[in-house]
């Protein structure tokens, strides 16, 4: 089932096209990841998805159908700007979320202890949100979230502002929903995570879809035009014609050949200088893609300020 | 109609389980208690244990102010009479000096003239003293020549009290109702200020609230199901109804308090204050109908803001119809049915205040108050279309401002 679908979608802000023309669809048991640069268009896009804003142009189904208020009772929300009651206590806001979406109040209360508790943060409940770190306060969002089981959970940027360990938690959390069969679309930053975790992606560049499809399909449609080689001996080859940059990091080169570079070559000229114990041909990485495919002016791997 | 029945009740439980809550429903009455208190005290208290001098060549008119100052004081304070000698003069002024004496009234009577009074104390602003030496004066002067006129001491006295006048307000289906000018006029009052009080209270509570949650960023996730009108009504309705609470709280403790046998006197005596159940119906219709006014403007404003601080800088322009209608306040006591008075009663911003002032004098027509209703009503209507949606793109819009046909999308969408 098309969970989310997108058709020519475009939203015009006074000053600037945030989203242009674009298109995506994502289906059940899909992680998709929607990614670019800062100010690229993604939380005018998932903005859209929710219903927080309208396009101006183009189509957007939720769950097979067009776009209706009542369907965004089976999404679950995770907005970048993230926001709780400072005064209100964590489980009382739980249950008040819970509602909004249509649960009981019984029956959210229980979702929430259960949620609280899988989340390894069941003595939070009882306290006032202001009360909570950051990082805990950020997996109360998450919670609220997902207390009504959305088929559909849409979540910018999940991981800022977790620790390693809570990071991992979520990454697990988000898996087994994917196992469940719920569609999930995140953005980040984080290109580790987009290559651990996503099935298929949309890097977006000045609201346009610059590139998007499955995951290894995308990494296979590149050549493979990174080796990585470690030797001992001369570092001479790697002054090579067939080189177009190389790092060396004493005995542990990598090297990103030229347009059409020949590899063989290379490993014959490398052979001729040094010992080599490994020579991999390697293909790109996302974090790679992604920069290549937006000119290198992205901010990767760190973030946003306001994270 | 869930989902802002839901945000009425969060934001009503936040509210009244607040501090400021509690705060305001002791606070407020009690600092009113107070200034009242005070007043009544010091007005039992002026001119009690004073020690006054009056010098004067004329003994008889010196002992007939004398007697005139202790009548109302009951002997709390102490008037001596000295004769009118240069050496008392400056004895008496000595001790003014050293304070152990208030005030001396010098009062020369010159043969053949009128007497010329001069009053000699520390303070330069004692206005209150001064006028009650003024008819202590008038009243013992008045004595002194009745009495030399021949005429018989109770008679004399009875002339000096005066006559009181009885009040009594004419219905308009023919009923007299005793009726006392300083009690209604403190009633108006009291209840026009409870009104602003009350209603800027929650205007801004109201507006607090819109801008708390656009800076901790909890609208998106509001947003993300509920609609923005859903929003701003269940904000609106949830403090419009902590507002009902504490009325209801004052309400119920006042009229316990006035059914108490301490407060007999009050029902019976000189204050006697009548409420009508006219007064009852309006007062709680006037309150929802100034809130709703003022909060959804406040609300508005407050989408268009991106802090606490530049919101605090409308609030002083937003209350100027509070203002006014205070300051039209002798102008609606004098006369109720001038055309300024019924103007402003009819004005929706100022309305409420000032109906509440007129209704303290008399009842206006009936098709007067209909009227201001039917306008405050046709305004509020408008002020709600404007802000709903000055709201729904305010909230979303951090440092960017939405143009026209965004906000005519916005209207067409949902």
Known sequence: ?307 | MDNMRLIARREYLEQVKGKAFLATTIGLPAVFAMVFGIGVLANLGIGANEHLVIASGDVGLASAIQEQLLIDKKGKSTVDVVAATDAERSTVLEQVKGRSVDGMLWVDTPAGGLPKATYYSPSSGDFMTAARLKEALNDGLIKEHLTVAGMKQADIDAVVKGIAIDTFQVKKDGRLVPSNAMASFWKGYVMAILLSMTTIIYGMNVARSVIQEKTSRIFEVILAIAKPEDMLAGKLIGTAAVGMTQIAIWLATGAAIFSLPIAAAARTGSLQIQFSWTEGILFPTYFILGYLLYSSLFAGLAATCETEQELQMYMPLAAVPTWLSFAMILLIMNDSNSVWSVAASLFPPTAPIVMFLRMASQTPPLWQIALSIGLMIVTIWGVLWFTSRLYRVGILMYGKRATLPEILRWVRYS
């Open chain 1, 1 to 307: 089932m098309q969970v989310v679908e997108l058709e020519a979608v475009t939203k015009a802000y006074e000053s600037k096209v945030a989203v242009n023309e674009l298109s995506l669809k994502v289906e059940a048991g899909q992680m998709f990841g929607l990614l670019g640069p800062n100010g690229a268009g993604k939380t005018s896009t998932i903005r859209m998805m929710m219903g927080i804003t309208i396009p101006d142009s183009g189509r957007i189904r939720l769950f097979d159908k067009p776009f209706e208020r009542k369907a965004l009772e089976r999404v679950g929300y995770l907005p970048e700007e993230r926001g709780l009651y400072k005064k209100m206590k964590v489980v009382e806001q739980l249950v008040f979320f819970g509602r909004l979406h249509g649960l009981e109040a019984g029956e959210a209360r229980k979702k929430a202890k259960a949620w609280a508790e899988r989340m390894e943060i069941a003595d939070a409940l009882d306290k006032k949100t202001e009360e909570l770190s950051k990082g805990m306060q950020q997996k109360i969002q998450f919670i609220a979230s997902l207390l009504h089981d959305p088929g559909l959970i849409v979540m910018d940027e999940p991981f800022s502002g977790l620790d390693p360990v809570n990071a991992v938690l979520v990454e697990k959390t988000l898996l087994e929903l994917k196992a469940e069969g719920r569609a999930i679309i995140f953005s980040t930053h984080r290109m580790d995570q987009v290559e651990k975790l996503c099935d298929s992606i949309c890097l977006v560049d000045n609201g346009r879809a610059v590139l998007a499809g499955r995951v290894r399909e995308i990494k296979a449609s590149y050549e493979r035009n990174r080796v990585i080689v470690e030797f001992e001996g001369s570092a001479e080859f790697l002054k090579s014609e067939e080189i177009a940059e190389a790092k060396n990091f004493s005995g542990h080169a990598e090297i990103r050949l030229k347009e059409h570079g020949n590899a063989q070559k290379l490993l014959h000229e490398a052979a001729a200088a040094a010992t080599i114990y490994r020579f991999e041909l390697v293909e790109p990485s996302l974090e790679e893609i992604f920069i290549q495919t937006v000119g290198g002016k992205a901010n990767t791997g760190g973030g946003k300020a306001n994270g």
